[in-house]
């Protein structure tokens, strides 16, 4: 009986064992779907953008430094934004400012690239629509149908776009470019919708600065809009009423 | 009063043959231009990310609006019913057709990518002011087409009215659209404006009567045909009206941002300390463009003379041109306030006066542009009857005996 009953418990024992070691499998496998799904929101690639996200950025300007420019140098190099040495023509998707407060003297460093705003002028007057907002916020230049008219460039507050004044040679995948179209920051929308963070912020994280923070502003549970509802944040030129994407603590 | 009688010149001779040749080079030369910056890119232009409109716009824009001026002839003869202006009533439609297609000329071939022109004629973006003057240019060529057809075909006449009448209509809302292309960017200082629109207008009148004016005069010189004291001196006249009414506008302007503090510095750039701009407006804009073609019109001798008449009308243009640039480049050398009251620098020219020199290519893309709507005049007025055999007084004034 007793053998009968210790085999029996050798038995639950192996297929409790077996049952654990399934589910510990079974988990270790789906886990990291799920959490990288939790974590960045991933859209699967058949699923239409949504309105219900609002891609953001929040920029604390306490933690960014002057001289540091790790967002520039890591936005040029995945988008393969090469100069020509020609500044005044050459493009910029993001750029470092330097502002000085006449009256104290107060400096502040910090990035500047397109707004992402909710109202964009630069969508506004775009006479044939290349200019467009996502339903997730993220404003962008389809380069097939811009005719190069340059009047978005005239219309955008924040200097935030460029218009390619030379042959583009050794063009990323990701982000396709064209001499004669205009261009600025895509909010690296390519790697948004795989579920990756954009460049800048990535190179900012890795440096240890996390002075720039991506998430969903639409979302009240994400890192972004905590921190938006605990310590605010401010919008550039937000007299004009554009509801930018972009925010910015410490200005 | 006699019948004007229309009749078409000659176009034979070696002057015209000249002229023909002499606008055609200017044309070759725009043509080679806009190969050249399409085939290079625009950074062979004096065109930058900061300056991203320049020379080809100031034409481009001057001759936009000069062309819906120039319809004022017309508009007066057929909407008013003033028949002292009705011999003219066809040259006004003609020369208008021709300078709106020298100017959007100009715009097209400045484009980034002119090869998708197509695009921009089947996708509209209602938002967009620039798309709307799209309409708005197209459907002047359709208009002011029709108007002469019922100018030009003795059984249409009667539908005269109602055709000038719509592109009276239509001409006003071009150039209210035009004026707000500037007048609709919240971003610059140096626009966002209200008073763009009407100002706009009010400038298409005089640029268009001057331009009209200039080619009125060289026609009947150079084909022999009699211009008579009494049409001539109803144009100088009003000539000066507009010019006076332009000063007025840009007066009104420049006061009402001198008042609001935020705007001090773009209005200090413009009128004080611009450089170039500063220069532009006060002896290009006002001196030139406005007060000497003031006195010699209303000056009660050299009024009489139409050399200097012409050389009134010449200066017209002359400042017409400058103002657009002052408005155009100036607007956009005068940096964007991001962060207002406080000094802006960045690698990407922010917080600094941005320079700007034009390009050869761009200033001939221009030149072209109007040489491709003289040519269009010189052209139609061989092939069709545009200009009245004779402009006596006796045919032009009603009461002449």
């Known amino acids: 009986m007793s053998h009968i009953e210790s085999s029996k418990n050798a038995a639950l024992t192996r297929r409790k064992f077996l049952g654990s070691a399934m589910a510990t499998t079974a988990g270790l496998t789906i886990a990291p779907g799920v959490l990288l799904f939790r974590a960045a929101q991933a859209k699967p690639a058949a699923q239409a953008v949504t309105s219900k996200v609002r891609w953001g950025l929040l920029i604390d300007n306490t933690k960014c430094s002057t001289g540091c420019d790790d967002c520039v140098t890591a936005c040029k190099t995945v988008h393969k934004l090469e100069g020509h040495n020609r500044p005044e023509t050459d493009v910029q998707w993001i750029r470092k400012l330097t502002v000085t407060d006449k009256q104290t003297g107060h400096v502040m460093s910090l990035p500047m690239m397109c707004q992402h705003c909710g109202n964009p002028p630069c969508v506004d007057v775009c006479p044939t629509g290349a200019s467009f907002k996502r339903a997730d916020g993220i404003v962008l230049v389809d380069r097939h149908i811009c005719i190069g008219c340059r009047y978005c460039m005239m219309a955008c507050p924040y200097k935030a776009r460029s218009f390619e004044h030379e042959v583009v040679h050794d063009q990323s995948v990701s982000a396709p470019r064209g001499k004669g179209t205009v261009e600025s920051c895509t909010l690296c929308v390519y790697r948004v919708d795989h579920g990756k963070i954009p460049a800048c912020v990535e190179a900012c994280n890795e440096a240890k600065h996390g002075a720039m923070l991506f998430g969903d502003l639409n979302d009240p549970e994400s890192e972004i809009s905590k921190r938006l509802t605990k310590y605010g944040g401010k919008e550039i030129r937000a007299d004009l009423g554009l509801n930018t994407g972009v925010r910015y603590q410490g200005i | ?401």
């Open chain 2, 1 to 401: 009063m006699k019948k004007a009688n229309f009749v078409e010149i000659e176009g034979r001779s070696a002057g015209y043959l000249a002229l023909l040749g002499f606008l055609g080079i200017f044309i070759l030369a725009a043509l080679g231009s806009s190969f050249y910056m399409e085939h290079n890119g625009h950074h062979v232009t004096g065109m930058t990310n900061q300056i991203v409109w320049g020379m080809p716009h100031v034409f481009a824009v001057f001759l936009i609006v000069a062309a819906s001026g120039a319809l004022n002839i017309a508009s007066i003869s057929s909407v008013f019913n003033k028949t002292a202006y009705k011999p003219l009533a066809r040259l006004s439609g003609l020369l208008a057709i021709s300078l709106l297609l020298g100017g959007l000329m100009v715009l097209v071939l400045d484009l980034g990518r002119p090869d998708r022109l197509i695009i921009a004629m089947t996708r509209y973006n209602f938002r967009s002011i620039f798309a709307w003057n799209m309409i708005l240019y197209n459907g002047f060529f359709l208009i002011v087409g029709i108007y002469l057809w019922t100018m030009m075909q003795r059984s249409l006449n009667k539908y005269t009215h109602y055709a000038g009448f719509a592109a009276f209509i239509w001409r006003l809302t071009l150039t209210t659209g035009t004026g707000s292309i500037f007048g609709f960017l919240v971003a610059r200082q140096a626009y966002d404006s209200a008073i763009m629109a009407p100002m706009f207008v009010i400038m298409s009148f005089s640029f268009g009567l001057a331009i009209f004016l200039l080619v009125l005069l060289a026609a009947y010189n150079w084909t022999h045909r009699p211009l008579g004291d009494v049409i001539f001196n109803t144009l100088k006249n009003l000539l000066g009206v507009f010019v006076a009414a332009v000063l007025y506008f840009v007066i009104v302007q420049h006061l009402t941002n001198i008042y609001m503090a935020k705007d001090s510095g773009v209005e200090a750039f413009i009128l004080l300390n611009g450089g170039i701009y500063t220069k532009l407006f006060w002896i290009g804009q006002i001196l030139l463009g406005s007060l000497v073609p003031l006195a010699l019109l209303y000056h009660p001798t050299w009024g009489k003379s139409r050399t200097l008449v012409g050389v009134a009308a010449m200066l017209v243009i002359i400042g017409g041109m400058a103002q657009m640039y002052v408005i155009i480049i100036g607007g956009q050398a005068y940096p964007l306030s991001l962060f207002p009251g406080m000094e802006v620098q960045s690698s990407f020219f922010d917080g600094v006066v941005n320079h700007y020199a034009p390009s050869l290519s761009e200033i001939m893309l221009g030149l072209g542009g109007m040489a491709t709507a003289m040519i269009t005049v010189v052209l139609a007025i061989k092939i069709l009857r545009f200009l009245p055999e004779s402009l006596a007084d006796e045919v032009v004034d009603p009461q002449h005996s």
